[in-house]
T-cell receptor, first 118, second 114 residues
Framework: GQNIDQPTEMTATEGAIVQINCTYQ??????LFWYQQHAGEAPTFLSY????GLEEKGRFSSFLSRSKGYSYLLLKELQMKDSASYLC???????????????????FGKGTKLSVIP | EAQVTQNPRYLITVTGKKLTVTCSQN?????MSWYRQDPGLGLRQIYY???????DKGDVPEGYKVSRKEKRNFPLILESPSPNQTSLYFC?????????????FGDGTRLSIL
């Protein structure tokens, strides 16, 4: 099975920088995604890492260390609209007992609720 | 407009009455998936499909069925719904199961089983 851990809640100040950590344990690691989800809405894609290192996309960056089973999402210049839940998701393959080669499963962490305060 | 469409958006029904939640995507995606989201438990995968006629169990498949007869549609079937299936359900699709392309999510279906 897979185990993904994220902090449940975080609070940060508008304009600041916040780092949301994600640790995972899985066999057959094949990529890690970060999603943003505002209350009552569908998740939306933020970033993807499959190799070690930092991926930067505007105010958002994501880092991966496969050997440590660790990722973080870095949000800079926080804005009030960044208040949302942030979901870490790990893709793994092949799935035992699955349909066979190419059978991939995506497992989400429970999410980190970020509150941005003035 | 590229989208994933779920229907219905909201449903209140009673225990044991079979129901189907439809999901359709217009992006010619091979991979489709169903999730349920519950407070404190996050998003959990129910079933997924790598392509037409290929489906696999996710983490919480009990009480659910799916089919993938056409590429664009991936309905979720609850043969005999029970109150513990009350939840928010999301359908999602991506180009392929093993690509770096993200999953696109539908707007969600809120099911209440009384």
């Amino acid at each position: 099975g897979q185990n993904i851990d994220q902090p449940t809640e975080m609070t940060a100040t508008e304009g600041a920088i916040v780092q949301i950590n994600c640790t995972y344990q899985t066999s057959g690691f094949n990529g890690l995604f970060w999603y943003q989800q505002h209350a009552g809405e569908a998740p939306t894609f933020l970033s993807y890492n499959v190799l070690d290192g930092l991926e930067e996309k505007g105010r958002f960056s994501s880092f991966l260390s496969r050997s440590k089973g660790y990722s973080y999402l870095l949000l800079k210049e926080l804005q009030m609209k960044d208040s949302a839940s942030y979901l870490c998701a790990v893709r793994s393959f092949p799935v035992p007992g699955g349909s066979g080669a190419g059978s991939y499963q995506l497992t989400f962490g429970k999410g980190t609720k970020l509150s941005v305060i003035p | 407009e590229a989208q994933v469409t779920q229907n219905p958006r909201y449903l209140i029904t009673v225990t044991g009455k079979k129901l189907t939640v439809t999901c359709s995507q217009n992006m010619n995606h091979e991979y489709m998936s169903w999730y349920r989201q519950d407070p404190g438990l996050g998003l959990r995968q129910i079933y997924y499909s790598m392509n037409v006629e290929v489906t696999d169990k996710g983490d919480v498949p009990e009480g659910y069925k799916v089919s993938r007869k056409e590429k664009r549609n991936f309905p979720l079937i609850l043969e005999s719904p029970s109150p513990n299936q009350t939840s928010l359900y999301f359908c999602a699709s991506s180009l392929r199961g093993n690509s770096n392309q993200p999953q696109h999510f539908g707007d969600g279906t809120r099911l209440s089983i009384l």
